[in-house]
């Protein structure tokens, strides 16, 4: 059974510092990892998509790695604002999945200090 | 505007009345799925429809319905609401499950069954 771990839980830093959240995965027969953004309340904002035979993406300040060896994925967000503050979930369709179902992490709660 | 829209995004109702959450998009995608959110939870699958037509169930479909008559749209029907399923619901959408495509999430409808 696949199951998406995501760690820390929560996570406070000051602005302008560059951080990673983490995400791993126990199975590694995936199609895809996916991040989203979660304002409170809000909707699922897409941030990246790795493809199974990507190792990374990249957009603007934020920058996601992928190895499936290990199960592990990472988002790395570079010099970070107030704005950044949200909760970050990671999630993969697993492989032999036939439902097209996301497994979703339990999220990363970011706040970022002016 | 690519996007998923959902409606209403706030819903309060009583237990037993018959309420429905539609769901619609515009980006053509065959695959459409709903989910609900709940703190400890996280997002779990109810129902989705890999197209027009073709509808299955998820993890947690007791007591939802969904319909496919049209590519675009989705709809979730409570047909007899309890106060547990009391949850912020989304709303997704895929090109294709899993595979080279990523996922649009709708806003998000807040339900609250009394």
């Known amino acids: 059974k696949q199951e998406v771990t995501q760690i820390p839980a929560a996570l406070s830093v000051p602005e302008g510092e560059n951080l990673v959240l983490n995400c791993s995965f126990t199975?590694?027969?995936?199609?895809?990892l996916q991040w989203f953004r979660q304002d409170p309340g809000k909707g699922l904002t897409s941030l990246l998509l790795?493809?199974?035979?990507?190792r990374e993406q990249t957009s603007g300040r934020l920058n996601a790695s992928l190895d499936k060896s290990s199960g592990r994925s990472t988002l790395y967000i570079a010099a970070s604002q107030p704005g950044d503050s949200a909760t970050y979930l990671c999630?993969?369709?697993?492989?032999?999945?036939?439902?097209?179902?996301?497994?979703f992490g339990q999220g990363t709660t970011l706040q970022v200090k002016p | 505007e690519a996007q998923v829209t959902q409606n209403p995004r706030y819903l309060i109702t009583v237990t037993g009345k018959k309420l429905t959450v539609t769901c619609s998009q515009n980006?053509?995608?065959?695959?459409m799925s709903w989910y609900r959110q709940d703190p400890g939870l996280g997002l779990r699958q109810i129902y989705y429809?890999?197209?027009?037509?073709?509808?299955d169930k998820g993890d947690v479909p007791e007591g939802y319905k969904v319909s496919r008559k049209e590519k675009r749209n989705f709809p979730l029907i409570l047909e007899s609401p309890s106060p547990n399923q009391t949850s912020l619901y989304f709303c997704?959408?895929?090109?294709?499950?899993?595979?080279?495509?990523?996922?649009?999430f709708g806003s998000g409808t807040r339900l609250t069954v009394v």
């Open positions: 997704a959408s895929s090109l294709s499950p899993g595979g080279n495509y990523g996922y649009t």
């Open positions: 199975d590694s027969a995936i199609y895809n």
């Open positions: 790795i493809q199974s035979s990507q």
């Open positions: 999630a993969v369709v697993h492989g032999s999945s036939n439902t097209g179902k996301l497994i």
């Open positions: 980006m053509n995608h065959e695959y």
């Open positions: 429809s890999m197209n027009v037509e073709v509808t």
